[in-house]
Each structure stands twice: as C-alpha cells, then as structure tokens.
C-alpha cells in the first residue's frame, strides 16, 4: 500500500483501532463501574470552554498546557481542556449549589495538553471522582478507598497507592524565594536525590534544610515513615499533616479491602502539584508505567474560584497508562462478545435471524451478507476487525471457527432463531459457563 503523507493526524494525537478501541473502553466501564459502586454519578463536561473561565480553576502548569483558539462564532478566546477537574468545580459553583449534601459525581473523557518541544501524546483519556462538601479525614479516606477500588479494577495485580501531604512540601520549600534555587531543589526532590537536595539546600536555615534533606528518604511503610518524620523539628502545620495522615489511613482501613489497604506506601517527598493541593495526596502505580496512572488529592480552594466556598477531594485516572500497564503484565486485549455470522445464501434468512436472536442475549453480530470468503481469509478478517468467533452457516449445518472450533446442527440454529440460545451459546464458547 502506497502512503500519502498529505493524510496525516496532528502531533500528540493518535487513532484507536478495534482491539486498541476496545482495551481503553473497558477500562473505563470498569472505572466508571467501580465508582458508581461507591454513589458516584456520570457527569459528561464540555470539550472546551471559554478561557477565562477554564483557567480560573487550574493550576500555573494546567495553565501552560492549555490550547486556546478564537472561537469564530463570537470571537472570544476559548481554550480545550486540559484537566476535567475545574470543569466539575464550575458546574458545582454554578448548577448544584442548592444541594443540601455531599456531592459524589464522576466522568471520563479526553484531555488536551499543550507540551512544548514534545512529540508525545498531548490528548489523553481520563477518568475521575470528585467529592465535593466532605472535609477531611473523611472525605480523603473515602476517595483514597475509592482510589484503591479503582487501582482494583486493573488487570493487574502489582499495584500500589502512595499517600501523602501537600504541606511537607510547602513546609520544606515555603521560604525558598530565589527563583534558581527553588528550581533545582523541586527538581532534586522528584528524583529523591538526596545529594542534589543537601546540594541547593546549602546555606539554608538548619531545620530547613534537614528537612529537605530528610524528604527523599520519608517513602515507604507507613509506621516507618511517620516514626521517621515525626524525628524531625517540623513546625505545627507539618506536625498536624501526620496527624492527618494517620486519621485517614485509620479511617481507610474500615473502608477498603484489606489487600488494597496493605498496598498503601507513605511518601512524604512528592512536589509536583503541592501549591495545587490543600492536604491529602496520593497516586496509584501499576506495573510497567514508570509514572503514576493514578493522581489526586484535597483542593479545598478550588471551588472558592468559582465563587462557591466548599471543600472537595478527588483524583483522575490516566486511562493510556493503565492501558500500558496492562500490554506490559502480557494481558491481551478484551475479545469483546462479537460474532460474525457467514452464510450459503439458501440459509440467509436464518443466519438474519440467528444474528438477532444473539443481538437479544447482549451480544456484538454481524451477517457477511453477500461476500464469499476462504476460511482463511474469514479468520484474518474476524481478527482484523474485532470479532472473536465465526459461524459459518452450510446446508448441512453449521460451523463455528475461533475457540472450540466445534460445529452445530440446523436444527440448533433455528432454535436460537426461535429464542431458544442456550446449545448455540455453549457451541460459540460464549455461554455462561465460559
């Protein structure tokens, strides 16, 4: 095949195929399955909204990384959004502040991201909670059990939640003013580079800098870390964050599974995102990701930009990474439920309704109407687009291709077109007891 290089996608943005279509879809049912457990209710947002309003509710980086053009219709400047976060907090502020209670809604959808001199891929899908009017601990403790639901929903079983505090960072960086030096000590510290820490820390004040110091090294078992922290001379807001910290892993253990508690880690040391977050943080890591696919924490000033005071907590899960986790553990894509039914055209008509009756039990079917094909070329086209079983319908009967590789009767054919699925089932491998 000859490639016309004038046909080309836009930097940063990619094409899902049938299998690859199919992996992210069901991780985000999964996700979305697994909040909706917990009271959570789809919401759908915008694609984009006019910038200003958008970028009240993100962050200096979030900022940065959005897209913004001139909307033709009314001229204003209008921006993609690159976090779905300040989305929800407009739609609170705004639509549901007569709501006399918390309020547990969830999404997905795409996010685009401005990166310059990047060519990775700038529109990436995602799926979060929020939970707005809980104050912490137990607002944190519920979105890290959700949290820990969602890490769950995986296929994989190498993952873990590292739980943490805005405020240590704040603590440790709050007086650093010099521009350069704040730099390098951010940087150090997300590479828990002890020796690059104690390097831009020089001349700091001693407390200051033995915290910064002592920040690379707070990653781990919970009592460890915090018997660890607690060591240090930590002013009264870094103290409380323990305390904090302590109340919400104890307020979680009643809340979730006793494996996904034990996975929990305390990491004292992450920066990124500290002058976002008010309290809790945490991130959700999963096996061949380097990074987190999971990230969240309390935002209690959020909603306030929107002119609506009301504390909120809640985190968004990168669908790409999870996606990765999953190819990396070895595990194949989902085969969704889907058939493709081929026929002699003597048995069209039953193939017609042998497909409907199989549209009737939940599944994805097709009739290759009107198209002679070789086995071979049936089997490659099937797993080309996505179906995981063949029914060749003959005058004798038929045959399923894919799976057992078994063959069925006629006489089973028009009982399932009659509604009667059960043998049909079993013969396609897709009954219950597969």
Request: net charge neutral.
């Given at each position: ?286 096996v061949g990701v380097g990074d987190a696919v999971l990230r969240g924490g309390r935002y209690d000033r959020l909603l306030g930009a929107y002119g609506y ?126």
């Open positions: 095949m000859t490639e016309d290089r004038s046909i080309r996608l836009p930097v940063g943005v990619r094409d899902f195929l049938p299998r690859a279509a199919a992996r992210r879809r069901a991780i985000i049912e999964r996700l979305l399955g697994a909040f909706e457990s917990w009271g959570y209710a789809r919401i759908i947002a915008p694609a984009f909204e006019y910038a200003d309003v958008l970028e009240r509710g993100l962050g200096r980086d979030a900022k940065a990384a959005a897209i913004r053009f001139v909307e033709p219709l009314t001229g204003e400047i209008v921006a993609l959004r690159p976090d779905i976060t300040s989305q929800v907090a407009r739609m609170v502020a705004t639509r549901l502040t007569d709501v006399d209670g918390p309020l547990r809604l969830c999404y997905e959808g795409a996010v685009t991201r401005l990166t310059p001199g990047a060519r990775g891929q700038r529109e990436l899908l995602q799926a979060g909670v929020e939970l707005i009017g809980v104050a912490s601990p137990e607002g944190d403790a519920e979105a890290l059990a959700v949290a820990g639901a969602a890490l769950a929903s995986m296929q994989v079983d190498d993952v873990r939640l590292d739980l943490g505090h805005a405020e240590m960072a704040r603590t440790a960086l709050g007086k650093v003013t010099d521009p350069d030096r704040r730099a390098d000590l951010e940087a150090a510290l997300a590479k828990k580079d002890r020796a690059g820490v104690a390097a831009a820390a020089t001349g700091l004040p001693v407390p200051q800098r033995a915290l910064l110091v002592e920040l690379p090294r707070l990653y781990g078992a919970p009592k460890t870390v915090l018997s660890r922290a607690r060591k240090l001379r930590l002013p009264a807001p870094a103290r409380h964050a323990l305390d904090t910290i302590e109340q919400v892993l104890a307020l979680a253990k009643d809340l979730m599974d006793s494996e996904q508690h034990r996975r929990i880690t305390i990491d004292l040391g992450e920066v990124r995102g500290f002058e976002y977050y008010t309290g809790i943080r945490f991130a959700g890591y999963g005071d009301a504390c909120a907590t809640g985190f968004a899960v990168d669908i790409e990474a999870i996606a990765h986790s999953e190819r990396s553990a070895g595990i194949a894509a989902p085969g969704a439920a889907a058939v493709l039914i081929a026929s002699v055209p003597a048995h069209r008509s039953l193939a017609v309704r042998v497909a409907a009756a199989l549209r009737g039990v939940g599944l994805r079917v097709a009739v290759d109407a009107g198209v002679r094909r070789s086995a071979n070329a049936l089997a490659t086209y099937a797993d080309r687009v996505g179906f995981v079983r063949v029914l060749v319908v003959e005058a004798g009967g038929a045959r399923v291709m894919g799976g057992s590789e078994t063959g069925v009767s006629l006489a089973a054919l028009r009982r399932a077109a009659r509604g009667d699925a059960d043998t049909l089932l079993g013969a396609l491998g897709l009954g219950e007891e597969s």
